[in-house]
């Protein structure tokens, strides 16, 4: 088998813009990636880069040999080592495309050549409803959440609303004021007022703050019993991990912004990091991300995939959990607009039922992309 042509799509589903691949062989058999920068601004300049690391190490390739195509973009185009998000994140989507391939052409789920499955289930925490203003909007909103079955959310208590994309604002030059950090403490005590002890409440603030801030914003919330805060300091501060880590005693979740297993070594030794946040859509790829968890679980640390994408990038996030000991909840969007979910046949995102997901069972990733939806938004072939 060869892969004979690759496709590269960048889709406008509203306040989001998936980067999809799809690679496609001389056999009929596709695989279908995505590279997780839909969120934000660098679709296009990563669809670029995944057209061109296609072009120079893809096509024409045996697409069994996924660890040493991998290889070849890490180790051959100079920029691999260290490289950064568009490079990592182009990897990522191009990987994933072929580990679809190989578990089509075998007839498994991509987690079977992980180890297997590690669990009945797989519980998952909705992300996606906190875009809102005043601490009895996030509340309200929660309280909404959890009538949809979640028993685990994440709540985004520092940012305010973009005017124009109607998403969450991030701070600039990490300065907190203290009118936004008495709105944020207010907001997870309100937030855990509203849906009570059971739910589970993730706090992201986004790498907003500077240490001293992150840990006092970190003591204040920590009577509201929160399972993991995240993303306190910047992504590469390791220092300012372990400063809010020792000084709050709070369960600290990070590494979304962290690039393959050399990113994630020295968070992993230090254990400066509770829980371990690779997402498939930028570490590398499926097998990167399995790797950082197995990293971290020799540590005694979690894992718990992230996910900030379309459904592709679902489906290849819950073939990492699936076949990962250590994994604590899954990422999930449930809440983005019909467009989001359809392009795929049959997204996982539809299908939760009480904070939960069936094990998947179909062949690769199992998800076969909607060309209806897709094709209009081709940005490049080679």
């Excluded at 819950?318 to 250590?326: M, W």
Aim: with cysteine; charged share 25%; proline share 5%.
């Amino acid at each position: 088998m060869k892969i004979t042509s690759i496709i590269v799509y960048v889709i406008d589903t509203g306040s989001y813009h998936p980067v999809v691949v799809e690679l496609q062989t001389d056999e009929g058999i596709t695989g279908v990636g995505e590279a997780a920068v839909g969120f934000g601004n660098g679709a296009g300049a990563c669809s670029k880069m995944i057209l061109e690391l296609s072009d120079a190490f893809v096509k024409g390739r045996d697409p069994f040999r996924i660890t040493d195509i991998w290889n070849d973009i890490y180790y051959h185009t100079f920029w691999g080592k260290g490289g950064g998000l568009f490079t990592s994140a182009a990897a990522s989507a191009i990987e994933t495309a072929l580990w679809d391939i190989k578990g089509k052409a075998l007839g498994v789920p991509v987690y079977e050549f992980l180890g297997g499955r590690t669990r009945d289930m797989i519980p998952v925490y909705a992300n996606d409803w906190s875009q809102n203003e005043t601490p009895q909007d996030f509340a309200r909103r929660a309280e909404d959440v959890v009538s949809d079955g979640f028993r685990m959310i994440k709540v985004y208590p520092l940012s305010l609303i973009d005017p124009v994309r109607h998403i969450n604002r991030h701070i600039k030059d990490r300065h907190i004021d203290q009118y936004t950090m008495k709105r944020c403490i207010e907001i997870v005590k309100q937030v855990r007022q509203a849906v009570g002890d059971e739910v589970e409440i993730m706090v992201d603030v986004t790498a907003e703050a500077t240490p001293d801030v992150a840990a006092s914003i970190g003591e204040a919330i920590r009577p509201f019993g929160i399972k993991w805060f995240e993303e306190p300091v910047d992504p590469y501060d390791i220092q300012g991990y372990e400063y809010v880590r020792n000084r709050t005693g709070l369960t600290i979740a990070g590494g979304e912004r962290l690039f393959t297993r050399y990113g994630f070594r020295e968070f992993i030794n230090r254990q400066c990091i509770d829980v371990v946040q690779p997402d498939p859509g930028t570490c590398g790829g499926i097998m990167e991300a399995f790797i950082i968890g197995k990293m971290a679980e020799a540590a005694d640390i979690r894992v718990a995939p992230h996910n900030c994408g379309g459904p592709v990038l679902t489906a290849a996030a819950l073939q990492v959990f699936v076949a990962s000991a250590n994994a604590v909840a899954q990422e999930i969007f449930p809440y983005r607009p019909k467009k989001h979910y359809s392009i795929v046949e049959n997204a996982y995102e539809l299908n939760i039922r009480d904070g939960k997901l069936d094990i998947p069972t179909l062949p690769g990733i199992g998800v076969e992309l909607s060309h209806k939806t897709a094709d209009p938004y081709i940005c490049g072939k080679v």
